[in-house]
């Protein structure tokens, strides 16, 4: 199996709907290949995502007709499948046959296959039938996911793929109890947002400074005298928004400084503030 079929059925696995044996080749193929795994971790906290957050809305009363009339455009899968074989019957001996001539068992039929020749046949059909099922079910899929589209949960997608600090932005914006303040500094200004009820915090900054190799900005809650580190952040832009890792108290004075990559080192500013805002 290759990585591609190995997508194939994780994202079957995901949603529940592979067969028996689909489900035992995934379980396979996914033990004799451990750098696949982040693969179906992937699907899976999708789909978990999306089942989820999807609201409850009833199915279309076209996408039954879409999805049967996919299938039936679809090739028909072959007959055959893997493991068939003739049902054997006792044979009448040519003699007792009217009509017949007696022909010894060993002379071979012309053109009849041979043994190897119908296990070919049979292998190919029972791949054919494999793709075709996988086939079959990326188009259903297809087209449940357009019949989700056109109900407007796209919209669900982009939420999926919004940068945190971005959505904690817009809960902050939305929550009853939204505050901000706002400061100005060398070059830029710059605006904290936070929500005590939702605990979150959020810094909006244009104008910042360049940054250069191997440093980051560095956020702080300063509390009385006692600055409190709460996450660092970069901009390539001098723009940025930064969701703070720590949650704000009353009355905090909100910092930010110039620190190694991955903050400062003793837990304490290394260099004076860029800015700073008051939240009282």
Same mark, same amino acid.
């Given at each position: 199996?290759?990585?591609?079929?190995?997508?194939?059925?994780?994202?079957?696995?995901?949603?529940?709907?592979?067969?028996? /044996?689909?489900?035992?080749?995934?379980?396979?193929?996914?033990?004799?290949?451990?750098?696949?795994?982040?693969?179906?971790?992937?699907?899976?906290?999708?789909?978990?995502?999306?089942?989820?957050?999807?609201?409850?809305?009833?199915?279309?009363?076209?996408?039954? /007709?879409?999805?049967?009339?996919?299938?039936?455009?679809?090739?028909?899968?072959?007959?055959?499948?893997?493991?068939?074989?003739?049902?054997?019957?006792?044979?009448?001996?040519?003699?007792?046959?009217?009509?017949?001539?007696?022909?010894?068992?060993?002379?071979?039929?012309?053109?009849?296959?041979?043994?190897?020749?119908?296990?070919e046949a049979l292998d190919a059909a029972y791949t054919r039938r494999r793709k075709w099922q996988r086939g079959m079910f990326a188009l259903v899929a297809s087209v449940a996911v357009l019949s989700m589209i056109a109900l407007g949960?796209s919209s669900l997608i982009q939420a999926l793929s919004t940068p945190a600090e971005v959505t904690a932005l817009q809960q902050i914006e939305s929550a009853p109890d939204a505050s901000q303040a706002s400061t100005t500094f060398a070059?830029?200004?710059?605006?904290?947002?936070?929500?005590?009820?939702?605990?979150?915090?959020?810094?909006?900054?244009?104008?910042?400074?360049?940054?250069?190799?191997?440093?980051?900005?560095?956020?702080?809650?300063?509390?009385?005298?006692?600055?409190?580190?709460?996450?660092?952040?970069?901009?390539?832009?001098?723009?940025?928004?930064?969701?703070?890792?720590?949650?704000?108290?009353?009355?905090?004075?909100?910092?930010?400084?110039?620190?190694?990559?991955?903050?400062?080192?003793?837990?304490?500013?290394?260099? /004076?503030?860029?800015?700073?805002?008051?939240?009282?």
């Amino acid at each position: 199996m290759n990585e591609q079929e190995f997508r194939e059925l994780s994202a079957g696995h995901a949603l529940g709907a592979l067969s028996p /044996d689909d489900e035992r080749a995934f379980a396979a193929a996914r033990a004799g290949n451990p750098e696949w795994s982040q693969i179906a971790d992937h699907d899976a906290e999708t789909a978990a995502a999306l089942g989820a957050q999807l609201p409850a809305v009833a199915p279309p009363a076209m996408l039954r /007709d879409q999805i049967l009339g996919a299938i039936a455009q679809a090739p028909q899968a072959p007959p055959a499948s893997r493991g068939t074989r003739a049902t054997v019957r006792p044979s009448t001996p040519d003699a007792a046959r009217p009509h017949a001539t007696a022909r010894p068992d060993s002379t071979p039929v012309p053109g009849a296959p041979d043994e190897d020749d119908r296990e070919e046949a049979l292998d190919a059909a029972y791949t054919r039938r494999r793709k075709w099922q996988r086939g079959m079910f990326a188009l259903v899929a297809s087209v449940a996911v357009l019949s989700m589209i056109a109900l407007g949960t796209s919209s669900l997608i982009q939420a999926l793929s919004t940068p945190a600090e971005v959505t904690a932005l817009q809960q902050i914006e939305s929550a009853p109890d939204a505050s901000q303040a706002s400061t100005t500094f060398a070059g830029g200004v710059a605006t904290v947002h936070w929500s005590e009820a939702l605990g979150k915090t959020v810094l909006v900054a244009e104008g910042l400074p360049k940054l250069e190799e191997g440093r980051e900005f560095e956020l702080w809650f300063v509390r009385g005298e006692t600055p409190l580190p709460a996450g660092t952040f970069s901009s390539r832009t001098g723009t940025g928004v930064a969701l703070f890792g720590e949650q704000m108290q009353p009355g905090d004075l909100v910092a930010v400084t110039i620190e190694d990559a991955g903050g400062s080192p003793t837990g304490l500013p290394t260099t /004076d503030p860029i800015l700073a805002i008051e939240t009282a």
